[in-house]
């Protein structure tokens, strides 16, 4: 109960489902009780095998939430859960989006987005004709499983790429009760790409955290090397504000991630979407100098400028050291960058030639730095024969 002066009145309840994505559990939940939302916590249990949640305590595992509650997902496994059941604040067109590139695409056709090839003849003429590549991925996957660039020196290769997207098959599918039969072949937006989460609630926008990225191409998958903690200008405010608003309905509560790239025109190409939060960025966003997910929360009706990630010169990086083949790990003196460092894959470990997900980085460096990274910096992030030895004797 919330009582305003003498009145008192029953608040909204929501659930957070997927908390072991998020961090500063107490100071999330006492910004939403300032905005007179009361916010629980659950997560599936079978995410405690896979990995650490030190607020445990303060979560319910559970694979179902009962209709009464409104649940807001955090992840992957509890979009599905709102796609299945009734109990979500979000629009069906959000979901729906979440699920399929070209569904998005198609909801947010009065921007531009990424022209969608109807055959693989048509593809094959556009990068024979143009110069330009073409990009073939999963229509209904999440963290760069399946993607290939298609360029004119293997053109050949797109009928491969096609059906190796159609059949991407891994235990995340599974677990997160997705079906994967479709794959979608679009142009290559060259350009500046960034990642962007935002906080909805009722109409109004709130900026949880900007990136940009750097990418690396390993075996022609893209594959995102750097992330780098931005301001955003109010260009990315305002184009982000209109996405959401074409995307969700006005008494929607959600958060969002959105992949979009700033093409050569100067224009925002939004290519992915979700409604949770972003992946892979836990410890960046840790070094920050306060809770991005409370502060986007306490600034949907206070919208202050207080949200500085940067200076002009340095940005609060991420570095992820990534594998170029598949093989076990004999060598673990990776030489990593200076800064806070993370090692995740150590000798013996196996590591895959596409790191597609962030669970497939050898090791993470947070540090400052300027913008954009050094070639030499990148290069120093591929992980090659010299640490790892093939899998197959």
């Known amino acids: 109960w919330k ?16 908390a072991s994505f998020i961090f500063g559990l107490e100071e999330i939940r006492e910004a939403f009780l300032s905005i007179g939302i009361e916010v629980l916590f659950a997560e599936v249990p079978y995410m405690l095998k896979y990995q650490k949640i030190p607020e445990k305590e303060k979560i319910e595992f559970t694979e179902k939430i009962s209709e009464n509650k409104i649940v807001v997902p955090l992840s992957e496994y509890w ?10 604040r979000i629009s069906k067109n959000a979901l729906l989006a979440s699920r399929s590139k070209k569904k998005l695409y198609s909801l947010l056709s009065n921007f531009k987005v990424p022209k969608i090839f109807d055959s693989i003849q048509q593809a094959k003429n556009f990068v024979n004709q143009t110069g330009k590549n073409i990009i073939v991925k999963p229509d ?8 290939k660039i298609a360029s004119k020196e293997n053109i050949d290769e797109v009928e491969k790429f096609i059906f ?25 937006i060259f350009g500046k790409e960034y990642s962007a989460d935002i906080f909805y609630f009722k109409g109004k926008i709130s900026l949880v955290r900007l990136c940009k ?9 893209p594959c995102t090397a750097v992330y780098q903690l931005l301001n955003p200008n109010e260009k990315i ?20 991630q959105f992949d979009f790239i700033e093409d050569c025109e100067d224009d925002f190409v939004p290519i992915d979407f979700a409604p949770r939060v972003g992946g892979g960025i836990e410890e960046l966003l840790k070094c920050c100098k306060k809770n991005v997910y409370a502060d986007a929360v306490l600034n949907v009706f206070n919208q202050n400028e207080n949200n ?7 940005y609060l990086s991420q570095f992820n050291y990534l594998p170029t083949k598949s093989g076990k790990i004999f060598n673990d003196d990776y030489k990593l960058l200076s800064g806070k460092k993370i090692i995740y894959k150590h000798k013996g470990d196996f590591v895959p030639e596409c790191p597609s997900s962030s669970a497939s980085r050898i090791a993470v460096v947070i540090a400052n730095h300027k913008s954009p990274v050094e070639k030499e910096i990148l290069d120093s992030l591929l992980i090659g024969s010299e640490h790892i030895e093939f899998w197959k004797k």
């Open 3 to 18: 009582c305003l002066r003498k009145d008192c009145v029953a608040m909204e309840q929501i659930v957070l489902a997927g």
């Open 79 to 88: 979009i599905s859960e709102c796609i299945k059941s009734n109990n979500c």
């Open 140 to 147: 209904g996957l999440f963290s760069g499983y399946g993607i």
């Open 164 to 188: 190796n997207a159609r059949n991407v098959n891994n235990r995340a599918l599974k677990l997160f009760e997705i079906e994967n039969n479709n794959a979608l072949v679009t142009e290559y």
């Open 213 to 221: 990225k750097e990418i690396v191409f390993i075996h022609e998958t």
């Open 237 to 256: 405010k305002s184009v982000l504000e209109k996405w959401c608003n074409t995307l969700f309905e006005k008494e929607n509560i959600s958060f969002g």
């Open 308 to 314: 500085v990630f940067s200076s002009d010169e340095n």
